[in-house]
């Protein structure tokens, strides 16, 4: 399977642990999203990585929310100290630099007790 | 910064019949205007996409409009199956910020 990999699929936590997501994009894209989807609503941006370079970033993206990308391959999304408000899915998708069409994966479910 | 709006929020359909969702964006600066279809538990498939230097777009029974002028781009499903029960995304998206703005969703059911 080719398309966009995340790990795990559901994870629940209880507030104020760490969680960490993992996103394995297309392996030819070089374009990397994270995207916060809670229920009845589209997603909504977080973060892009053009290769290893994070460079743009959502103000809904708290100091709680950390995304790295550390060789322009697969990217993790961390969130400190979680709260029952991050309860959310969380959605990477990928996309060929200078392409608009964004492939997603299948998302993590993040539910904080 | 862009918004997106869609309509309607329900739609139900008798099976073989057509359904049409339709969305608004605020910026005229949008060039691309991708629809994704969500299925419960799964990530928004892109199902078919337009880019504003074009009016029209057919990929067997879906199709998508788009009017630059009035900054309106719709969906438009022919011949509905039960697996088209879904809901679905319309976005537009700006080459300036790199990202996609999504509507609502519209949730799909097809009455058999």
């Known amino acids: 399977d080719t398309g966009v990999s995340q790990d795990p699929r559901h994870k629940i936590t209880k507030r104020g642990q760490n969680v960490t997501f993992r996103c394995d994009p297309i392996?030819?894209?070089?374009?990397l999203y994270w995207y916060r989807q809670t229920l009845g609503q589209g997603p909504e941006f977080l973060t892009y990585?053009?290769?290893?370079?994070?460079?743009?970033k959502s103000r809904l993206l708290s100091d709680r929310f950390s995304a790295e990308r550390p060789k322009g391959s697969f990217s993790t999304l961390e969130i400190q100290r979680t709260e029952q408000g991050d309860s959310a899915m969380y959605l990477c998708?990928?996309?060929?630099?200078?392409?608009?069409?964004?492939?997603f994966g299948q998302g993590t479910r993040l539910t904080v007790v | 910064g862009e918004n997106v709006e869609q309509h309607p929020s329900t739609l139900s359909v008798q099976e073989g019949d057509s359904a049409v969702i339709k969305c608004t964006y605020s910026?005229?600066?949008?060039?691309?205007f991708p629809w994704y279809k969500q299925e419960l538990g799964k990530g928004p498939q892109l199902i078919i996409d337009?880019?504003?230097n074009v009016g029209e777009k057919k990929d067997q029974r879906i199709a998508v409009t788009l009017n630059k002028t009035a900054k309106h781009f719709s969906l438009h499903i022919t011949e509905t199956q039960p697996e088209d029960s879904a809901v679905y995304f319309c976005?537009?998206?700006?080459?300036?910020?790199?990202?996609?703005?999504w509507g609502a969703g519209t949730k799909l059911i097809i009455k058999p």
């Open positions: 976005a537009a998206y700006m080459d300036s910020n790199y990202q996609l703005i």
């Open positions: 337009i880019r504003s």
């Open positions: 998708a990928s996309s060929k630099t200078g392409g608009t069409e964004a492939f």
């Open positions: 392996s030819e894209h070089n374009r």
């Open positions: 990585f053009q290769n290893e370079a994070q460079l743009e």
């Open positions: 910026d005229s600066a949008s060039n691309y």
